[in-house]
């Protein structure tokens, strides 16, 4: 195998993403078996501020620039890519989410190494680096080999647990010299949700609707259900996008994280971004008349039904129990 492993933290306000030290376990765990060293690479204004945690890492390298604040997808990419050239490395682990959207293209390009998206499970074995990743909305999973230590592979969010690659100890540093480049695009501002509706991310029951529901009509089902049962109804992106429900209802990787005790899925398939909100609920319950619906692999509970025979005898069942 290789000399080493550079993974990429990632973090918004001040804040490690969770992501990073989903990596920061995974990776060492391969570094371990393997013998290498792991590298995590931290860019940003006051980077110094991020690095209590990070002690799971042999080294974390700092780059320090105001510019880098909320950087694009191109400069973490550059920055990935001197690191790895400096070091004689080309192995990288960066989380696939939106933050880090567009870093392992541009990076696959400048390496000519390859890129395995969508990972939901990596480890060390046998001499080489073996992904699992996802195809498909999920519908099929694929397993990657790696064996000259050369690959990018970005990693799913909630695919590892983020406890074993948190430490308490402070790691050392080393600060890399980079200047980045004047870029055609610009970071203007977060446009957050409006909050002034609900917040589903505090609710501890949530009737979620996705594409399945059949028509904007039907949201009429899970609001009864919701009106009998508690909590509030939230919704899959396909739904928003159809404009049936607002922004600040939306589950998923470009919606909210939501954890509440209950979450019951209507008509949500269960595509990598939507699970990547809700994945961490208490109890998950999913109703789908597709047998082969990736949430079925999530849910705790799964009935395959058409949505507008059950939701109704279910609201009728809990009116009466409660009545």
Request: a neutral charge.
């Amino acid at each position: 195998m290789g000399n080493g492993i550079i993974i990429y933290i990632e973090h918004l306000r001040g804040i490690v993403s969770d992501i990073s030290f989903e990596i920061l376990g995974a990776a060492r765990k391969i570094a371990d078996d393997a013998k290498m060293t792991l590298y995590a690479v931290v860019a940003g204004k006051k980077v110094d501020a991020l690095l209590p945690g990070l002690g799971k890492a042999d080294k974390v390298i700092t780059i320090e620039d105001d510019s880098l604040e909320m950087p694009t997808p191109r400069a973490i990419a550059d920055i990935l890519n001197a690191v790895g050239s400096a070091k004689g490395i080309s192995l990288y682990m960066i989380g696939g989410t939106n933050i880090s959207s567009g870093i392992g293209v541009i990076l696959s390009v400048k390496q000519k190494i390859p890129l395995i998206n969508l990972c939901k499970n990596i480890r060390y074995d046998d001499g080489a680096i073996i992904a699992t990743n996802q195809l498909f909305g999920g519908k099929i999973l694929s397993e990657v080999k790696i064996e000259d230590s050369k690959g990018i592979f970005c990693i799913n969010p909630g695919s590892f647990k983020s406890e074993p690659g948190k430490s308490g100890t402070f790691p050392q540093t080393e600060t890399f010299e980079f200047k980045s480049k004047e870029s055609k695009l610009k970071f203007i501002k977060i446009i957050e949700p409006d909050l002034s509706d609900v917040d589903i991310s505090k609710e501890e029951i949530l009737v979620s609707v996705g594409r399945g529901i059949g028509s904007q009509d039907n949201i009429s089902l899970a609001e009864d259900l919701v009106a009998v049962l508690g909590g509030a109804v939230s919704a899959s992106r396909p739904v928003i996008d159809q404009g049936w429900l607002p922004l600040n209802r939306q589950v998923g990787k470009s919606g909210m994280i939501v954890k509440p005790k209950l979450y019951l899925a209507l008509g949500i398939s269960g595509a990598p971004e939507h699970v990547e909100g809700m994945k961490d609920s208490s109890l998950i319950v999913a109703i789908n008349k597709d047998p082969a619906a990736p949430i079925f692999n999530f849910a705790h509970y799964g009935l395959c039904a058409e949505i507008e025979d059950i939701v109704p005898v279910l609201t009728d069942c809990i009116r009466n129990k409660k009545g």
